[in-house]
């Protein structure tokens, strides 16, 4: 079962200081559309030969997104696969990010 966190609670956790690395998995043209700030970007298909690419801050919740929340089910099922410990799929996506807590984020 692969944890999900919904937008809020990831935003209350930004705005509390924890450490969150932000993984987007969405095509590059959809990152350059849109992205939460200070997230790297390894498209889904690439993910598994890119793995090594995710270096995120010890003790960080690592937390992929896409833009429904669907890949970044996938992305994060492949981050505990590799032995990554702490994963959570944003719940809804870059879209639901926008509608519940930034609307300056373009929807698409």
Same mark, same amino acid.
Not at 13 to 38: F, H, I, S
Not at 78 to 88: K, R
């Given at each position: 079962m692969i944890p999900q966190i919904h937008p809020e609670q990831l935003a209350?956790?930004?705005?509390?200081?924890?450490? %969150?690395? !932000? !993984?987007? %998995?969405?095509?590059?043209?959809?990152?350059?559309?849109?992205?939460?700030?200070?997230?790297?970007?390894?498209? !889904?298909?690439?993910?598994?030969s890119r793995i090594d690419e995710v270096e995120p801050p010890e003790g960080a919740l690592v937390v992929v997104y896409c833009h429904h929340g669907v890949r970044s089910l996938s992305g994060a099922a492949?981050?505990?696969?590799?032995?990554?410990?702490? %994963?959570?799929s944003l719940s809804g996506g870059i879209e639901a990010w926008s509608v519940l807590v930034d609307p300056k984020v373009p929807r698409y």
């Open positions: 209350a956790k930004m705005e509390a200081g924890e450490t %969150v690395y !932000l !993984l987007d %998995v969405r095509q590059p043209w959809e990152n350059e559309y849109c992205q939460l700030a200070d997230s790297v970007l390894i498209p !889904l298909p690439e993910l598994p492949i981050l505990q696969q590799a032995g990554f410990g702490n %994963v959570a």
